[in-house]
């Protein structure tokens, strides 16, 4: 009868095409194989693709879109002009030498200098030390960013790293005129582990592990219980068995199958980490200090998202795109291990009853070059699947790691093999999708709409731009990408109104104040109670509001929702993200705005068909 070739993509679109017979689908398959599964970086699409007229601005204008200076500068941390500031702009990375993962420009508090910080990071995974990624101009509480101290089986501990934390904790503590705390000055700090616990244990036994919080005066410790990136990848691919079949079969996905999955779990774990962090630097005047096991995942994950909180700036278009290559370009994300631009042939399966009669076909294939219906290997046939996965497979953990890391003198481009499907997984597709929930919330506090986040999930994996084609500032660098390739950030400002929320409304941040204020999140199925620790310390926070109106109140500049943690908000499936409609995921139609009062299901933007939602050229 023939044979069927089937295309299950990663910004999960769906195809399915029909030949005559097994021949010519495996000529196909073969031939999409040997494009995709691609030798070098060099043979990507953002390397030969040429913009429209529409994105004709200069090459460089996107690629300076974040700077280290003018975006802190523009939070209040340092000065270009004065040096009556508790934090600086250091170049000691400026060579990349001194930490290859982190960008060439880093801000530290003033009172520590580089020669301290040579020996701190010594302490840390990767050299990456504690770095100032969020300055908040309310209170001057900080977010900073590391990865795990190399503490170990026998407790190990280092004085600078020490000594550089306890700056970052007192950078805002007032002081009399002899230099003394003023009374009160002191704060609770708090040093966040993305781990769960037991995973962070289990990194002493390999050197590293977690603070002893002994060590770290005024400071206590919150694991967040967020899973590594195989437990993410895997439970995608779970989603993936169950979504994938709409270009095949009308029938909607099993809800139960698509809760027992884990994404909505995983990602709410990631988005209450968020908004635990955003709680206690606004309502509790914490500095924290957050990292995982390297510091490019998780920690990129809770620390973009609380900034989203607590700064509206992040809330809108030109904030988001700063916010992205800050956190995620800027320090280290590494999106050519975690997006497998290079593919492999193991995403590559045929999958048939007869495998012998496929080898045939192959084999006439290689000995002709020039198959035909009449060819005896598909005579008998009656029917083929050949699968094309562009996505991760959950047989190929024993993979060996390819070593990212570049050696001065050698061309990078080199240094990159066939994507090792150990090291895939959708960290920054998990982020866009907490961020899509914030969204539902508040609609009109976000000025980018979701068509925005869903075509930066494609162009996460299209490869057309070079914003997300490589690990680390050091390899963009060393590639020369803002000369060779243009920034994915053309493609979204040549496009501004397509991407702007019709609901946004910036005097909000005005009238109800900067920050939001978000209650924890649950997901369907879950029965217990989502806060921890917290939840009784902001409750008495909250009590003490004076509420100004019977929806929400005001005090230093907080956006208080009245409904709390007794009564979350429920994580709802992106279905525009999956290719499928709010019915068949979530069993109803999203609303256009949300109703009052919030201890509903909650409801916002509205997800447009997707195909309705055109592909640009």
């Not at 800027?330 to 995403?347: D, P, Q, T, W």
Request: proline share 5%; charged share 25%; with cysteine.
């Amino acid at each position: 009868m023939g044979a069927t070739l089937r295309l299950q993509c990663r910004d999960f679109q769906f195809y399915c095409f029909q030949f005559d017979n097994d021949v010519q689908a495996l000529e196909c398959f073969e031939t999409i194989k040997r494009r995709t599964v691609v030798p070098s970086i060099e043979n990507l699409y953002a390397f030969h693709y040429n913009p429209g007229r529409i994105e004709s601005c200069p090459r460089q204008e996107s690629w300076s879109i974040y700077s280290a200076s003018r975006e802190y500068e523009r939070m209040g941390a340092i000065s270009a002009t004065s040096t009556d500031y508790p934090w600086r702009l250091s170049k000691i990375n400026s060579d990349y030498k001194f930490c290859e993962t982190y960008p060439s420009e880093i801000v530290v508090p003033a009172t520590i200098s580089d020669s301290v910080l040579k020996y701190a990071a010594k302490f840390r995974s990767k050299n990456r030390l504690p770095a100032l990624s969020y300055f908040h101009r309310m209170n001057k509480c900080t977010i900073t960013r590391s990865s795990q101290p190399l503490v170990g089986l026998k407790q190990n501990r280092s004085i600078q790293d020490e000594r550089l934390v306890q700056a970052i904790f007192e950078s805002n503590v007032v002081r009399d005129s002899e230099g003394r705390k003023a009374y009160g000055a002191a704060s609770d700090n708090l040093i966040v582990d993305a781990r769960p616990t037991a995973n962070a244990l289990a990194q002493t036994a390999l050197g590293a592990g977690s603070e002893v919080i002994d060590n770290y005066a005024s400071a206590t410790k919150c694991y967040l219980g967020i899973e590594n990136i195989h437990a993410v990848r895997d439970s995608l691919i779970k989603v993936l068995e169950i979504v994938g079949d709409a270009d095949i079969s009308p029938l909607s996905p099993n809800k139960i199958a698509l809760m027992r999955t884990g994404w909505l779990k995983h990602m709410c774990t990631v988005l209450n980490g968020g908004i635990l962090v955003s709680r206690h630097i606004h309502l509790f005047h914490s500095h924290v200090l957050l990292h995982c096991s390297d510091g490019w995942d998780r920690t990129a994950q809770v620390s973009s998202i609380a900034q989203i909180l607590l700064d509206p700036y992040f809330r809108t278009l030109d904030g988001f795109m700063v916010l992205i290559e800050k956190e995620y370009v800027a320090f280290g994300h590494r999106f050519l291990e975690r997006c497998g631009h290079l593919s492999n042939e193991k995403s590559f399966v045929i999958s048939r009853s007869d495998r012998n009669q496929a080898q045939a076909a192959l084999d006439s294939l290689l000995n002709t070059g020039n198959p035909t219906s009449d060819s005896p290997s598909t005579s008998s046939s009656t029917s083929g699947l050949f699968s094309i996965w562009q996505s991760m497979s959950r047989g190929d953990r024993d993979a060996a790691a390819p070593s990212s890391a570049g050696v001065e003198g050698q061309d990078p481009a080199r240094m990159y093999g066939p994507s090792n499907l150990k090291f895939t997984s959708p960290i920054f597709q998990q982020f866009l999708d907490a961020v899509y929930q914030l969204i539902g919330i508040y609609p009109d506090r976000f000025e980018y709409n979701e068509r925005f986040l869903r075509r930066l999930v494609y162009h996460t994996y299209s490869c057309q731009y070079g914003t997300f084609l490589l690990n680390c500032e050091r390899d963009r660098v060393l590639e020369r990408l803002s000369e060779r390739t243009r920034s994915v950030w053309d493609y979204f400002r040549a496009r501004r109104k397509d991407f702007t929320s019709e609901h946004y409304d910036p005097k909000l941040d005005e009238v109800n104040g900067p920050v939001l204020l978000v209650p924890m999140f649950t997901y369907p199925g879950n029965t217990s109670r989502p806060g921890g620790s917290i939840r009784m310390r902001e409750r008495d926070y909250v009590s003490n509001i004076k509420f100004d109106t019977a929806v929400e109140g005001r005090k230093e500049g907080l956006n208080v929702p009245l409904y709390n943690n007794d009564n979350p908000p429920i994580a709802r499936w992106w279905a525009g993200a999956f290719g499928r409609s709010d019915e068949e995921m979530n069993g109803y139609k999203r609303r256009e705005r949300p109703d009052l009062p919030l201890d509903v299901e909650l409801s916002g933007m509205k997800v447009d068909d997707r195909e309705n939602d055109e592909t640009y050229e």
